[in-house]
């Protein structure tokens, strides 16, 4: 795909994830006239794949607290052809995980460190 420039174009992006095997997103945000698409995901490991195959560059973490509740938001970004594409994973973390907060990929920690 060379081109964003329409809907079914930006939706194709996401069927041709789809088709080779990645997990569809649980929420999709596509903004008027092509210029976003957001992608939203369930887990860590389907965050992880759509990164990769939508070959993801720019990785940001925000942790937050929500009425609460800490939550973790991590967003990987990618712009093709004008069009913003982010993927974004949000996962509730309790205090007893403030370790991993600051971690980019959680799942590196060694079971002896944790």
Excluded: K
Excluded at 61 to 71: K, T
Excluded at 73 to 97: H, K, N, P
Excluded at 99 to 109: A, F, G, K, S
């Amino acid at each position: 795909m060379t081109e964003l420039a329409t809907r079914a174009q930006a939706f194709g992006l996401i069927a041709e994830g789809v088709a080779a095997g990645l997990s569809a997103p649980w929420r999709l945000y596509l903004a008027r006239g092509c210029r976003y698409l957001s992608l939203s995901v369930g887990d860590r490991t389907e965050w992880n794949a759509w990164r990769t195959h939508l070959g993801c560059p720019e990785l940001s973490v925000r942790v937050y607290d929500a009425g609460g509740e800490i939550r973790r938001s991590s967003v990987a970004e990618v712009v093709l052809d004008g069009c913003r594409i982010s993927v974004e994973l949000v996962e509730e973390v309790g205090t007893d995980d403030l370790d991993r907060l600051l971690m980019t990929d959680p799942t590196t920690v060694e079971p002896e460190e944790r």
